[in-house]
């Protein structure tokens, strides 16, 4: 069955069609982090949706062309720079760095292209689109110098949040800096420098200033990417107004349509409550990795749930991940035995390789099922498993399975980092407890796999003798 996503825009799942029906790139914005603090586990959850949807492309057979913005100017990093009393640059980079380190961490695949908001090259393109803007009567210069845009001549304005625009007439409520506006819910394309900005400006025909948020988006999607896009996806906070002003912008420059497919990652939550600093329930990555768990496990953590259903981060689905990653481990290191066996090539006699159906494949071409996705590859586990414990897998079935897990791993990127060396100290107490059971000295048997365990390790009888693993948790 064909590849189908949630479009945000009809808020209907409809059948993936590229734009451009011939072999080039499936095109992707997505919107990155505004680096003014360290990005929290709620912004890596929608990053690992991307990159979920690019790897599940890609298994397809796509070819995707992804980028992903930097915001390093707007109101927060500028006030960020300001109480840091650092120029706005310094301010940014380290963020930025942290950013790089967190998605490494999190095995997420790099974009092709990260541009930053403040590179001149996409400034000058910001102007230009405000220009056009203005040329056409869609934007404005008001009395406070700054640049709106104007909503009420853009008729499709709200379609993507179904937002009702006089909705928003009727609620506003007027902020001071905001007077100077002609409708309530026209967004700034061009904020007028203000002495609170210190020396964040760049000059532009409306006198110095610097751009809003939402045309920063608009016109390195445009430089990078061209007028018209396959996907544009974000974090559901995205929607309205940023994604919403993008759509503004962008087609009221070309006259195109911007966007073929909308698609927002839902919330993440944290004990079941909103993530935030006064809670004590915000966490960064590194927070994660401080109470001793992986990276990989946090990507599992973070990657299980559908991404439009809200994710419930606790520490009791950290340790669900780690309990999931050491079946996989273990699952694996099974498989792998059974190829390394002597005779390991010849089936037996009943043996034929497995015809693995593509359920994984399927169920993420449903709008990125990765539960069901998930599911199929544990339930695969648990038959395999069952026929390796009743001696019924033969090494071709085995290499078969381990063909398709390298497959699905594409996508998954979850497997233990490594070959695992087993440290000499180890390896002797194995060897000890070896001659313990031999001798049939339970006690010192026992007493080594203890000793075994504190050392991350763990021992497992076979009919072929005695294997190490490491402990759950413990890669
Ligand atoms: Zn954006």
């Known amino acids: 069955m064909a590849l189908r996503l949630f479009n945000t825009y009809s808020r209907e799942v409809e059948e993936f069609e590229p734009r451009d029906p011939s072999a080039r790139p499936i095109k992707i914005y997505t919107c990155g982090p505004t680096v003014y603090s360290r990005a929290h586990i709620g912004n890596f959850r929608a990053y690992i949706f991307e990159d979920l949807l690019q790897r599940h492309l890609e298994l397809r057979g796509y070819k995707v062309h992804r980028v992903m913005n930097i915001t390093d100017v ?30 490494h961490t999190l095995r997420i695949k790099r974009a092709d292209e990260y541009p930053a908001a403040t590179d001149q090259r996409y400034i000058d ?19 406070d110098k700054s640049v709106y845009f104007r909503i009420n001549k853009f008729p499709n304005y709200g379609k993507l949040a179904h937002f009702d625009l006089t909705q928003l007439q009727s609620t506003g409520r007027v902020k001071h800096d905001e007077y100077d506006k002609e409708h309530i819910g026209d967004f700034a394309l061009w904020k007028a420098w203000d002495e609170a900005d ?17 045309i920063e988006c608009s016109a390195m999607s445009m430089a990078l990417l061209g007028d018209q896009i396959d996907v544009h ?26 966007v073929r497919y909308w698609l927002h990652c839902a919330h993440l939550l944290v004990d079941g409550q909103k993530m935030a600093k006064s809670l004590g329930n915000f966490y960064t990555v590194p927070d994660v990795l401080a109470k001793g768990y992986t990276g990989r496990e946090l990507r599992y953590a973070l990657l299980r749930v559908h991404y439009r259903v809200p994710l419930n981060f606790t520490w009791e689905g950290m340790n669900e991940a780690r309990e999931s990653l050491a079946r996989i481990d273990e699952w694996l290191a099974r ?21 693995i159906e593509p359920a994984f494949e399927d169920a993420l071409d449903d709008d990125l099922n990765i539960s069901a996705a998930l599911g199929f590859l544990f339930e695969s586990i648990r038959e395999t498993n069952r026929a390796m414990d009743q001696n019924e897998m033969d090494a071709p079935s085995a290499r078969a399975w381990l063909d398709w897990w390298k497959r699905i791993n594409t996508v998954l990127d979850l497997e233990a980092e490594a070959e695992i060396v087993i440290p000499p100290e180890v390896t002797q107490l194995a060897d000890e407890r070896e001659n313990a059971r031999r001798e049939k000295n339970w006690n010192r048997s026992d007493e080594l796999r ?13 009919k072929e003798g005695s294997k190490l693993t490491r402990r759950s948790g413990s890669t």
């Open 198 to 214: 210190g020396d964040v400006k760049w000059d532009s025909p409306w006198g110095p200033g610097r751009p809003g948020w939402h």
């Open 450 to 462: 203890e000793r075994i365990f504190a050392l991350g390790w763990e021992v497992r009888d076979t």
């Open 335 to 355: 498989l792998r035995e059974l190829t390394e066996k002597p005779n390991a090539e010849r089936p037996t006699a009943n043996g034929q390789s497995p015809v």
């Open 233 to 258: 996806c974000g974090g559901v906070d995205n929607i309205f107004p940023h994604h919403e002003a993008e759509i503004a912008q962008s087609e009221g420059v070309t006259g195109k349509k911007f």
């Open 74 to 103: 707007e109101d927060k990093t500028i006030r960020g720079a300001r109480e840091a009393g650092v120029r706005l640059q310094k301010f940014t980079e380290q963020f930025k760095v942290a950013f790089f380190e967190d998605a």
């Open 125 to 143: 393109r910001m102007i230009e689109m405000i220009s056009v803007l203005i040329s056409k009567g869609l934007a404005y210069q008001a009395d």
